[in-house]
């Protein structure tokens, strides 16, 4: 497994932005970012695999943009225009191979989270 550790969340006011980051003790291509909110099931935000493959929900798309630095191992999420309903713990994950994932189950390696508040 990889370790991973999320950084970067915090408070916000509605319309603003934050910059997740995700550090990784080894490189893996299939990469994703999931959240949850208090009463809710994780849920999938963000994910990108080998080369320019990326995906995201139909709730953030256009708002956040998922990137990698693959000198650094590093993952980072750039959300912009943020609503209350974003609010949830954020946790960064990976897995083996190279194809994008969007389904938490296939993931082998997850970090702690970073919590995100966004108010009104």
């Known amino acids: 497994q990889v370790q991973l550790i999320e950084s970067g969340g915090g408070l916000v006011q509605a319309g603003g932005s934050l910059r997740l980051s995700c550090a990784a003790s080894e490189h893996r291509f299939a990469m994703g970012w999931f959240r949850q909110a208090p009463g809710k099931e994780r849920e999938f935000v963000a994910a990108?695999?080998?080369?320019?493959?990326?995906a995201y929900a139909d709730t953030v798309k256009g708002r956040f943009a998922i990137s990698r630095d693959i000198t650094e191992n590093t993952l980072a999420l750039h959300m912009n225009n943020l609503k209350p309903e974003d609010t949830a713990i954020y946790f960064c994950?990976?897995?083996?191979?190279?194809?994008?994932?969007?389904?938490?189950?296939?993931?082998?390696?997850w970090g702690r989270g970073t919590q995100v508040t966004v108010s009104s």
């Open positions: 990108i695999g080998y080369g320019i493959n990326i």
């Open positions: 994950a990976a897995a083996e191979g190279l194809a994008l994932r969007t389904i938490a189950a296939h993931y082998d390696s």
